[in-house]
């Protein structure tokens, strides 16, 4: 089973439309990430959580807002989806014990704002 | 300001020779960098690391090397094989921080 999960993993949605992206982990990592991809920008983060309680702004957090509802779940919401909002968003998790910086992706959910 | 550069999008080597794969950064700060292999619907992961305080770090085919005076790393496959062909990000971040800065990815093809 998968240890970072992505719902949906498609979505097309129309201007105006509220939507939400959510990510499962069973790592029991406390930080996780919200980042997007575009074509020739690589991966910008969107948001960041380090545990239940806190919530961080990435470098692209305007049209977005984020919930934090558990250790293990973190969730992406459009609240009124633009075109230039499509991409490919992708949900990582991070552990602050570990000696690394290393980071864990989920599959990616593939967004179409029409 | 892009903080993390990959300046080739694309890389095209034959299967059994060596892919060199290019990455340079602008902030100082930066003390730890790691490379990400991505396939197409998948998402990335992760590679190999190295800390600032090493200058190569060496794993199976795998070899990163550190510049650190010219900021500059360079991801080294040895020999290259087919199941390597994606797109490999570069990425770094610094001291006692876990935010992620990544570069805008190159796209590795091996030609059999």
């Known amino acids: 089973d998968a240890d970072v999960t992505q719902t949906p993993r498609n979505r097309i949605t129309k201007t105006g439309k509220r939507i939400m992206l959510e990510c499962s982990q069973t790592?029991?990592?406390?930080?996780m990430y919200w980042y997007r991809q575009d074509p020739g920008l690589g991966l910008r983060l969107i948001y960041y959580?380090?545990?239940?309680?806190?919530?961080n702004k990435g470098e692209i957090s305007d049209g977005y807002s984020v919930s934090r509802q558990a250790q293990a779940k973190f969730s992406l919401s459009l609240e009124s989806a633009i075109p230039n909002q499509t991409a490919l968003y992708f949900c990582?998790?991070?552990?602050?014990?570990?000696?690394?910086?290393?980071?864990?992706f989920g599959p990616g959910t593939r967004l179409t704002v029409l | 300001d892009q903080q993390v550069k990959q300046n080739s999008p694309s890389l095209s080597v034959q299967e059994g020779r060596i892919s060199i794969l290019n990455c340079d950064y602008t902030?100082?700060?930066?003390?730890?960098f790691l490379w990400y292999k991505k396939y197409p619907a998948e998402g990335p992961t992760f590679l190999i690391s190295?800390?600032?305080?090493?200058d190569k770090n060496e794993d199976g085919r795998f070899t990163v090397f550190l510049n650190k005076s010219a900021k500059h790393l360079s991801l080294h496959i040895v020999p290259s094989q087919p199941g390597d062909s994606a797109v490999y990000f570069c990425?770094?971040?610094?001291?006692?921080?876990?935010?992620?800065?990544f570069g805008t990815g190159t796209r590795l093809t091996i030609i059999p």
């Open positions: 990582a998790t991070s552990d602050p014990t570990g000696i690394t910086d290393t980071q864990y």
């Open positions: 790592k029991g990592h406390d930080r």
């Open positions: 959580s380090f545990d239940v309680k806190d919530i």
């Open positions: 902030n100082s700060m930066f003390d730890y």
């Open positions: 190295i800390s600032s305080i090493k």
């Open positions: 990425a770094a971040s610094g001291l006692g921080n876990e935010k992620l800065t």
